[in-house]
C-alpha cells in the first residue's frame, strides 16, 4: 500500500501543477499523449508484469534473478518497438503541422523504455516477496520527480515534454537502484531455453489478458482522443482536470485489489457458500470508500477544483458528479471481476470489456458532438455502467452453472495450484 501510494501520489501532483502552470492547449496535448502512452502501458501490464507475478514466486522461484533478466531482454524488445511508434507518429505530427502535440508524443517515445523499466524492476521487489524495496523506491521517485518539476517551473522550464524528461530521468536513477539491489543477472543468449521458456509462458498466460486491458483502456482514455476533435485540446485537458480528482481513489482500490484474488482463490476451495460471502465482504470496503470520495467530491466540487488548479476549470466542476459516481463502479467492477477470475471465467470478462468499450466510443462520439464536455462526462458514467451490469450478469451466470461440489470443493493439491495462479 506504502509503494502504490507514494507512486500514485508523485503523479497525482505532477498532473495538479501541470494542470496548474501550463497552458490549456499544451496541457490538453499532455493529457492526449498521455493516454496513448498508458494504452501501450495496459499492453505492457499484461504482457510481463502479470505473469511474473505469477511465475516469478512459482516456476523460477529458483532461478529468479536470471528470469529477471530475460524478462529484461523482453522490456528491450517491447520497449523498442514501442518507442519506434512514438517517435514515428511525432515524426508525421510535425510533418502535419501539429508541432506542440509532437514534441510531446516524441518525448513519450525517448522516456517510454526508462517508465517501463521502472514498471518492471518494481513488480519484481513483489516478486520476490521484498515490497519495502518497491516502496523504498517510489519515495525516491516522488522526490527526484517533484524537484525536478519545481526546478523546471522556477527557470521557466516546464512543458508538457520537459516533465516527461523529469519522469524518465527519475525512472532511470529508481530503476537503476532497484536492479542492483534485486542482483537481476542477464542469461546467456546462446542457447536461451531460459528466455524461451519464460516467453512461451508469458505469451499463454497474457493473451487473454492483452485483450482485456486493451479494451479496458478504451472506456477510460477515449475521449482524449474524440475531445479534441469538436472542442480542440483545450477541451481535453478540462477532462483530464477533472479525473485527476479520482485517481486517487482508483489507485487506491486498485492496490488493495492485489490482495483480493487470491482470497477469492481460496474461498472458492471451500465452497459456493464461502466464495458468496467472501464476495460480499469485499464489497463492502470496496465500495465505502469511493461513495464517500464521491459525495465530497460532489458537494466540493467548486471550491476544490478552484483550490487545487489556481481558479481554473471551474466552470466544469459540477461534472464531478458524473464523473465521481463512475468510481464507485469501478470498485464494484473490479470485487466482481476478481470473482470471475477466480470461477475461472476471463472470457466472460473479455465480452463485458468489449460491449464497455463499444458503448464508449458510440456514444462519446455522439454525446461529444451534440454536448462537448457535458456529453463526454455522460458517456463515461454511462459506459462504466454497463461494464459494471455485464460483470454482475457474467457473474451471477457462473455462480449458478458451477454448482457441482467437484468445482466449488476443490482437493488441497488444486488449492495449491488455484492459490499459485
Request: glycine letters at 10%.
Amino acid at each position: 500500500m506504502m509503494d502504490q501510494g507514494l507512486f500514485a501520489t508523485s503523479n497525482f501532483v505532477l498532473n495538479i501543477l501541470l494542470a496548474r502552470w501550463l497552458t490549456l492547449q499544451e496541457y490538453g496535448a499532455f493529457a492526449l499523449a498521455f493516454a496513448l502512452f498508458l494504452l501501450v502501458g495496459n499492453l505492457y501490464q499484461a504482457a510481463f508484469l502479470e505473469p511474473m507475478l505469477v511465475f516469478g514466486p512459482g516456476k523460477y522461484k529458483d532461478r529468479l534473478q536470471e528470469y529477471l533478466g530475460a524478462l529484461v531482454y523482453g522490456h528491450l524488445a517491447f520497449a523498442t518497438l514501442g518507442s519506434l511508434a512514438f517517435l514515428l507518429a511525432g515524426l508525421g505530427l510535425t510533418l502535419w503541422g501539429a508541432r506542440e502535440l509532437a514534441g510531446i508524443i516524441s518525448a513519450l517515445g525517448l522516456v517510454l523504455p526508462l517508465i517501463f523499466l521502472l514498471w518492471l524492476m518494481r513488480r519484481a521487489c513483489y516478486a520476490r516477496l521484498e515490497p519495502h524495496l518497491a516502496a523504498l523506491g517510489s519515495a525516491w521517485y516522488m522526490a527526484f520527480m517533484l524537484a525536478g518539476a519545481y526546478f523546471l517551473y522556477r527557470n521557466g522550464w516546464l512543458s508538457g515534454a520537459s516533465a516527461l524528461g523529469v519522469m524518465g530521468i527519475s525512472s532511470l536513477a529508481v530503476s537503476a537502484w532497484l536492479t542492483v539491489r534485486l542482483g537481476v543477472k542477464l542469461p546467456s543468449l546462446h542457447g536461451g531455453k531460459l528466455i524461451r521458456d519464460s516467453f512461451n509462458d508469458h505469451w499463454r498466460y497474457g493473451r487473454w489478458s492483452l485483450m482485456n486491458q486493451g479494451l479496458n483502456w478504451i472506456p477510460s482514455n477515449a475521449y482524449y482522443l474524440i475531445l479534441p476533435i469538436w472542442g480542440g485540446l483545450a477541451a481535453g485537458a478540462s477532462f483530464k482536470a477533472l479525473m485527476n480528482l479520482m485517481m486517487p481513489m482508483l489507485q487506491g482500490i486498485s492496490a488493495l485489489s492485489i490482495l483480493l484474488l487470491p482470497v477469492l482463490v481460496r474461498a472458492r476451495a471451500r465452497g459456493r457458500s464461502r466464495f458468496d460471502s467472501q464476495v460480499r465482504l469485499a464489497l463492502i470496503p470496496f465500495v465505502l470508500g469511493p461513495t464517500l470520495c464521491w459525495v465530497m467530491l460532489g458537494l466540493l466540487s467548486n471550491p476544490l477544483v478552484s483550490l487545487l488548479y489556481g481558479g481554473r476549470y471551474t466552470e466544469h466542476s459540477g461534472l464531478l458528479w458524473l464523473i465521481g459516481f463512475s468510481a464507485v463502479c469501478s470498485a464494484v467492477t473490479l470485487v466482481v471481476g476478481h470473482a470471475l477470475r477466480a470461477l475461472e471465467r476471463p472470457d466472460q470478462l473479455f465480452q463485458a470489456f468489449a460491449a464497455s468499450a463499444a458503448a464508449a466510443c458510440i456514444l462519446g462520439i455522439g454525446f461529444v458532438y451534440l454536448w462537448g464536455l457535458p456529453g463526454a462526462a455522460t458517456s463515461f458514467l454511462i459506459s462504466q455502467m454497463i461494464l459494471t451490469a455485464l460483470v454482475l450478469i457474467f457473474y451471477r451466470r457462473s455462480r449458478c452453472l458451477r454448482e457441482s461440489s467437484h468445482f466449488w470443493g476443490a482437493s488441497p493439491e488444486r488449492e495449491g495450484v488455484q492459490e499459485t495462479t
